[in-house]
Every structure is written in structure tokens, then in C-alpha cells.
């Protein structure tokens, strides 16, 4: 297992981008989940070799990375 750090925000179609507070950040295959803090960031535990993380937020649709 590592540690990973992270940042979560929104883009706009006109630039720039915005810190998403409360975010939830997992893991893909695990239960490891994380909620961003109030300027997007956040810590999770992964696997070595992770790739894919999903990021899901109120009003916002899920991605994976």
C-alpha cells in the first residue's frame, strides 16, 4: 500500500477551476474511499500499481483517473 495525495476541482468551460470541498475519492477495486477538505485535498491508501480512482461530488458526475 502508498499513500497517495490528491487535489480535486472543477473546471469551467471559460477557465479556470474551483477546489471541490467534500468529494468523495475511492480506490477502483476497494473500499478505500476519502472526502477532499475545504480546499479540494485529500489522502487515500492504494494498492501499489493503482491507476484508476473514482472522484464523485454533489451536483458534479463521476470520473475515473
Known amino acids: 500500500m502508498v499513500t ?4 480535486v476541482s472543477s473546471a469551467s468551460l471559460e477557465g479556470g477551476s474551483t477546489p471541490l470541498e467534500g ?3 475511492s480506490v477502483v477495486g476497494t473500499s478505500n474511499t476519502a472526502t477532499t477538505d475545504g480546499a479540494g485535498n485529500f489522502t487515500i491508501m492504494a494498492p501499489t500499481g493503482t491507476v484508476m480512482f ?3 461530488a454533489n451536483g458534479a458526475w ?3 483517473f
Open 4 to 7: 497517495v495525495n490528491g487535489n
Open 23 to 25: 468529494a468523495t475519492v
Open 54 to 56: 473514482r472522484t464523485t
Open 62 to 64: 463521476g470520473s475515473l
